[in-house]
């Protein structure tokens, strides 16, 4: 499970995370709805630790990090390497194939045989229907593609949870039903998943598990039923505003 | 004229293989290696307790220091002050120790400046990316940050490269027989300076022929990820 407890973040004039509480459990799907600024984002990106929050507890599986003392080295890689991260615009290393930019991590960081390593990699762009791409570079792809070889990335970490930061958000509607196929399969197959989207539809089909947060605060955590049953003025005011 | 030619060409080439091109070649390598660290620092941001800090931020500034003093001297200047000044506080070198210190110096810190603009032109976006697969500050660097940055960089740096051959005559004067003192010694005996000057020039030209097309095919293959954009 990853848990936050009274996580706190502040730029200068912004409260970006305001005393954040909140559970994420395993082998379910949680999607992270809210307004834009409301510090989606910043909470998916202080579980990885692209974000630095100052104050509050965070325990991931068997590892808990208090905010308010400084990070060891050591604690930054064990925490991030539990995670792997799927980016709006999918991040790709333009100078590596699409083989290497899913095999770098697995054989630099874990440390597996370059065989193994690409033999998992090209099982994993087998089940995204890319195996043809895997001596290209990512300037050949579509967007659609690319995001599809990063969650390839992403999973050939063997990571203990999967963050996805909007990921469909860069594409066109088309590109994005082949993204959302490979999420929906992922959700099926009981990974542990927190998704970041605008995508309604997307959320109301996938999510087990539904936080909204506005303003920096979780103003509502609960099953997608309980969201989509319109528990509160503001959630009801919010759904409607998606639907025009 | 052509008999001139024959019998002197073959000296001053020789001299560029002997002392020319060794002198270009070893410091700019090792101007290499102090750019990439000066950049690298300059672009760190301190962080820690106290005084690992303060240690931070003054190694910061030393090695600003040494940009500026480096970039605001001539050369020439630069080789007098190492070959001919330091012996008076009791630091000596060989011509060719001080010749390779002072190119190498002078080298780094132009080239600190190309590589710090080559870094700071990626996106961070790489860095996080990179990051988040739970690699280390150096894995980050080495795997991810430094061969595209070499990309962006190797046009600019191939410019310090060609300029330091050319820059490589002033060696001439800390008694180092390079191609440019071997064609002024010729002239003086055969008093054939235009002559002399001349062929001296063209084989400079030759050279830095030689490494403009080295040049182009490093770019094409550092390119090599681009060029099919759009197939």
């Not at chain 1, 994420?24 to 510090?39: C, K, M, R």
């Not at chain 1, 909204?212 to 009801?236: K, L, Q």
Request: glycine letters at 6%; one cysteine or more; charged letters at 15%.
């Amino acid at each position: 499970m990853i848990k936050l407890t009274n996580v706190d973040k502040q730029y200068k004039e912004h409260h970006a995370l305001d005393n954040i509480t909140v559970e994420f459990p395993e082998q379910e799907t949680t999607v992270i709805l809210g307004p834009s600024g409301a510090g989606k984002s910043t909470l998916l990106r202080a579980i990885n630790l692209l974000e630095r929050p100052q104050k509050g507890m965070m325990t991931i599986g068997d590892l808990t990090v208090d905010f308010s003392n400084n990070l060891s080295n050591h604690e930054i890689l064990a925490l991030r390497r539990k995670t792997a991260m799927v980016f709006q615009s999918w991040n790709l290393f333009p100078h590596l194939t699409i083989l290497r930019n899913i095999t770098e991590g697995p054989i630099h960081v874990l440390k597996q045989n370059k065989t193994v390593a690409e033999n998992h990699a090209m099982e994993l762009l087998e089940q995204v229907g890319l195996a043809d791409t895997a001596n290209r570079y990512p300037s050949q792809l579509s967007g659609g593609q690319q995001q599809r070889i990063s969650i390839c990335r992403a999973l050939a970490m063997n990571p203990y949870y999967i963050l996805f930061d909007e990921p469909t958000s860069a594409l066109d509607p088309e590109l994005e039903a082949q993204v959302l196929r490979v999420l929906q399969d992922l959700a099926k197959s009981q990974h542990s998943i927190i998704v970041v989207t605008h995508n309604m539809e997307f959320a109301r089909r996938v999510a087990d598990k539904i936080v909204f947060v506005e303003e920096g605060r979780i103003e509502f955590a609960g099953t997608s039923d309980e969201f989509f049953n319109r528990p509160t003025e503001r959630i009801a005011n919010f759904l409607d505003a998606m639907k025009f | 004229m052509w008999e001139i030619i024959r019998s002197t060409t073959p000296e001053i080439v020789w001299a560029g293989i002997k002392y020319t091109i060794p002198i270009a070649v070893i410091s700019f390598a090792i101007g290499l290696v102090i750019a990439a660290i000066t950049a690298l620092i300059r672009i760190s941001k301190p962080r820690g307790n106290g005084l690992v800090k303060g240690i931070w931020y003054l190694g910061k500034l030393i090695f600003s220091f040494y940009v500026w003093l480096f970039r605001s001297t001539p050369l020439l200047v630069q080789l007098f002050i190492v070959f001919f000044g330091l012996p008076n506080i009791g630091i000596q070198f060989n011509a060719w120790t001080a010749g390779i210190i002072t190119f190498s110096l002078n080298t780094g810190a132009y080239a600190s400046e190309t590589i710090r603009g080559a870094i700071s032109s990626l996106p961070s976006s790489q860095w996080e990316a990179a990051y988040s697969l739970g690699m280390t500050y150096s894995q980050v660097l080495f795997l991810i940050i430094f061969p595209q940055a070499l990309r962006v960089a190797l046009p600019p740096l191939s410019n310090s490269f060609i300029g330091l051959v050319k820059d490589t005559s002033l060696a001439s004067s800390i008694t180092i027989l390079e191609m440019f003192m071997v064609s002024q010694q010729i002239a003086s005996h055969n008093y054939q300076p235009l002559l002399m000057y001349s062929i001296v020039a063209a084989v400079y030209a030759v050279f830095c022929t030689i490494l403009t097309i080295l040049q182009h095919l490093l770019e094409k293959r550092a390119n090599r990820y681009e060029v099919a954009e759009g197939e």
